[in-house]
């Protein structure tokens, strides 16, 4: 008889996420073992050196990267042709917006870079069936609305919300919340600045 010990949660894991030190943190945390499975068969490790671009402004949005290791940059190419940088993503962050066609940034290496990437639809869907790996990455999205609402009112670098698609990012992300935790956010948002909570409330109308 083997007397061998076993660690289930590891035996249940796929091969490819057994070593990824960001599992439980990340958006993975959130599935269970058989949606890991699934989402395996479609994802792949990608490593990107220093300033490798990751996804382009303005380009397509095919896939989604999680951040395994190393550092990302985001920037967006103002009216004058210069680039501001809007953020830096660390492991286990998600780069690129949900449910968005086309991505509002550029994610740039900031370092050497490992990420494990997911097409689009495959992980729209697990959103779609889990709620817990909704709530997960909309947490992480609230606090890149943070950051950016944060730039706005303080006048940070000459950033204004929209300049970053932070408008429709916050629209979107709040179309996702139930309507008691939506109102609250709008509130707050109005209560700030009237007219930038009238522009994501008509943007909300648009995503529904």
Known sequence: MDFTRRDIHSTEIPVLCRSCEVRHKGMCGALNPDELTLLSRH??????SSGEELVGESTDVEAYDNVMRGVVKLSKTL?????????LQFAPDLVGRLYATESPMTAEAASDVEVCRVPRPMLERLIEQNPALRKRLMDQALRELDEIMEKQFSGGGNLKASSVGGIKVAANILNLMDSSAEGKIIGVI??????????IQDLMFVFD
């Open 43 to 48: 994802t792949r490790q990608i490593q990107h």
């Open 79 to 87: 009216e004058d042709g210069r680039q501001q940088i809007v953020g």
């Open 190 to 199: 109005s209560e700030s600045d009237a007219d930038l909570g009238t522009q």
